[in-house]
């Protein structure tokens, strides 16, 4: 039962292009959305995440945008720079009180984005 | 400001040995959480504790494995009687409220023989 589902495995973009990462999840007791960036052999890192009130937010070269209704959201980076290459996990969150009163996060298989110089 | 300390980063354990990994939350975080990474896999939820209480252990297994986070020291992940399947990378991460977003150590590679 995949409950985030990161649809396309990579993604390969020129150097300052748009990069637009996609996530889809069946879940509606999810209340936020984060996203984390993983180099290999460390662990995720932090990037940005969006409130299920909210259907975008940004944060430098960094927005992501929520479409409640059809359970999507998306990660865009725009200007890429090849120092963006790394594997990106969409991660919601469930509400409090929720799955056993714990704000655990879901993740998706991730979407490994290579930026060529 | 150090970050969520994981030692070791690699375990080696032959089947039927015991695996213990340490997980030292950022200064200030009493939320940890634990996470399992299989290869060409996301991250899945196992445990999630605060200060001497056990809050979610939906995602452990329900043999074998045990978790604890003491009033001092660090989190211990412990799995008995390891077995081939439990070859994977362990993930750590602590926050200081549950609402806060959870930031991750480098992980503990455990292989088994």
């Known amino acids: 039962d995949q409950q985030v589902k990161q649809n396309s495995p990579s993604l390969s973009v020129q150097e300052g292009r748009i990069s637009i990462l996609n996530c889809d999840y069946t879940?509606?007791?999810?209340?936020?959305f984060l996203w984390y960036k993983k180099y290999p052999a460390e662990g995720p890192t932090f990037l940005i995440s969006?409130?299920?009130?909210?259907d975008k937010n940004e944060d430098g070269r960094f927005t992501v945008f929520l479409n409640k209704s059809a359970k999507h959201l998306s990660l865009h980076i725009v200007p890429s720079q090849p120092g963006d290459s790394a594997v990106y996990f969409c991660?919601?969150?469930?509400?409090?009180?929720?799955?056993?009163?714990?704000?655990?996060?879901?993740f998706g298989k991730g979407t490994k984005l290579t930026v060529n110089p | 400001n150090a970050g969520v300390m994981q030692n070791p980063r690699h375990l080696v354990r032959r089947r039927g040995q015991e695996a213990r990994l340490r997980c030292s939350p950022m200064k200030g975080h009493s939320h940890v959480y634990w996470y399992r990474q299989l290869p060409e896999e996301g991250l899945k939820f196992m445990v999630y504790?605060?200060?001497?209480?056990?809050?979610?252990e939906s995602g452990m297994p329900k043999e074998r494995f045990s978790a604890e986070f003491p009033k001092e020291g660090p989190s211990i992940l412990r799995i008995q009687q390891v077995v081939r399947g439990d070859s994977a990378a362990y993930f750590c991460a602590s926050s200081p409220t549950a609402q806060q977003p959870q930031h991750f150590g480098d992980g503990t590679r455990l292989s088994i023989l």
């Open positions: 969006i409130s299920s009130i909210k």
């Open positions: 504790l605060q200060k001497e209480n056990i809050i979610d």
């Open positions: 879940n509606s007791m999810f209340d936020y």
């Open positions: 991660a919601p969150r469930f509400i409090p009180g929720t799955q056993g009163g714990s704000e655990k996060l879901v």
